[in-house]
């Protein structure tokens, strides 16, 4: 990479994705030699450091894009070295950096005004402290993934309504502590909402679909997986909304116990669905599926019906298998 790095020095994309024999020494270099880089990926590269941002900072200082995910050495003092120099950063990934903190987000609060992009899946440090101070420097915020952030609460996300007005994707995958009341915020304020992901967000109710389905027409692509308290009411007033007349494409609604055959007929008229996720959902059934099916030819409808009660013996043996089990 040195070699590399001291003969390619107007390399401006540079992905290093799961290289991980490369060390600090790596980025020394490139920050030497490279001052043109705007895009690096270093997902996994598990030997680096702070010392590596530091390095960034030092030398890459039109860096636009970066991805450190699953480099779980670095902390809140190689953000706060990072973003001295890389004050123009649009994007940035750092799923799986378990040891940052609010810390590391106010330094991007005070630096980086210019991010569209921030993945802090997995970031279990993380909780609403940071996440407002965030929201109040970057208000040019499109993409935002939480998923994994299980500390924070509806006070992020009424931080994100009141600030990031451009948010279109919103993944908060078990963060189970928010509710319709931080949903109500984020879909009043937030209209360019396209996609999100709110697996297991197990408080949530069907008064989020209502608001959704009034203040947020782009809506593409929405995860209600583990839901367990939205029922048919809540998919049929998206359905009836602009986003399903228009641009519903995906719907999720894995292991959702109150759905029932109703909400297939309510998502009929959602003319541009492509997909439906309903792996558990007991009380929907195979005619139910069939008869949307029949009205939208060209939808995909994953399912599976686990048995309520397993049969009683497999070949006579007495052992109890479910259908599941005989099949494998």
Not at 15 to 24: A, E, F, P, R, V
Not at 273 to 290: F, M, N, P, S
Not at 299 to 320: D, E, L, M
């Amino acid at each position: 990479m040195r070699t590399f790095a001291q003969n390619c020095r107007n390399i401006e994309n540079l992905i290093l994705n799961g290289c991980t024999k490369i060390t600090d020494s790596t980025c020394i270099s490139l920050s030497k030699f490279c001052s043109k880089l705007k895009f690096l990926d270093l997902t996994s590269c598990v030997s680096l450091t702070n010392n590596s941002l530091k390095a960034v900072s030092e030398g890459c200082k039109n860096l636009e894009h970066l991805n450190i995910s699953w480099c779980d050495q670095m902390t809140k003092d190689g953000i706060e070295a990072l973003v001295r120099g890389c004050g123009g950063l649009r994007a940035l990934f750092l799923r799986g950096c378990t040891q940052l903190d609010d810390e590391a987000l106010k330094h991007l609060h005070k630096h980086c005004p210019e991010l569209m992009t921030i993945n802090m899946q997995s970031c279990t440090l993380i909780s609403d402290e940071g996440l407002v101070s965030l929201s109040r420097g970057c208000h040019k915020l499109e993409i935002l993934c939480l998923s994994g952030c299980s500390n924070i609460t509806d006070a992020s996300l009424t931080a994100l309504g009141f600030n990031c007005p451009r948010l279109k994707i919103l993944e908060a995958a078990r963060c189970s502590h928010l509710t319709d009341a931080g949903f109500t915020v984020l879909a009043r304020n937030c209209h360019e909402l396209e996609k999100m992901d709110l697996e297991e967000c197990i408080l949530v109710t069907d008064n989020t679909l209502v608001q959704l389905s009034i203040h947020c027409p782009r809506l593409q692509a929405l995860s209600l997986s583990h839901c367990e308290l939205i029922t048919d009411d809540g998919i049929r007033h998206l359905s009836n909304s602009a986003c399903g007349h228009e641009r519903l494409q995906v719907v999720e609604l894995d292991n959702c116990p109150l759905i029932t055959d109703l909400t297939l007929e309510h998502l009929k008229s959602c003319p541009n669905l492509e997909r439906i996720e309903l792996y558990d959902c007991q009380q929907v059934t195979r005619a139910g599926i069939k008869r949307i099916r029949a009205h939208l030819p060209e939808i995909k409808v994953h399912a599976y019906f686990a048995p309520v009660t397993p049969p009683p013996s497999v070949g006579g043996s007495g052992q109890r298998l479910c259908r599941c089990c005989i099949i494998l």
